[in-house]
């Protein structure tokens, strides 16, 4: 049984770094699509970010795009989202999540089969 846990999410202060990380369990990552996405109060699930397991080819929201960063970590199963200069419209729940095999709609939430539970980054003036 595939289960994906994130952690790392917490409190920063605005323009802070945080580092968000996200393991897969139940088996190997082969052709698998990792993404974040996450989801303010009241708002719609955003994309953030996707990264392919095989190549490592990486894409971004266009609201984090040059301070967020993706990346893996094939020994550990492990997906990693480096986010840098921290806005107070960052803040919201993460979600990680998997898709098995690449798609070209990586953008939509509803693309992908499985989903951690989120945590939540809090950002504060």
């Known amino acids: 049984q595939v289960q994906l846990a994130e952690f790392g999410g917490g409190v920063v202060q605005a323009g802070a770094s945080l580092r968000l990380s996200c393991t897969v369990s139940g088996r190997p990552l082969r052709s698998d699509v990792m993404a974040w996405f996450r989801q303010a109060p009241g708002k719609e699930r955003e994309f953030v970010s996707c990264?392919?397991?095989?190549?490592?080819?990486?894409f971004y929201g266009d609201l984090v795009k040059g301070r967020f960063r993706i990346s893996r970590d094939n020994a550990k199963n492990t997906v990693y989202l480096e986010m840098n200069q921290l806005k107070l419209e960052d803040a919201a729940t993460y979600y990680c999540?998997?898709?098995?095999?690449?798609?070209?709609?990586?953008?939509?939430?509803?693309?992908?089969?499985?989903w951690g539970q989120g945590t939540q980054v809090t950002v504060s003036s």
């Open positions: 990264i392919s397991w095989i190549g490592g080819n990486t």
């Open positions: 999540a998997m898709n098995e095999g690449w798609t070209s709609l990586f953008r939509l939430h509803r693309s992908y089969d499985y």
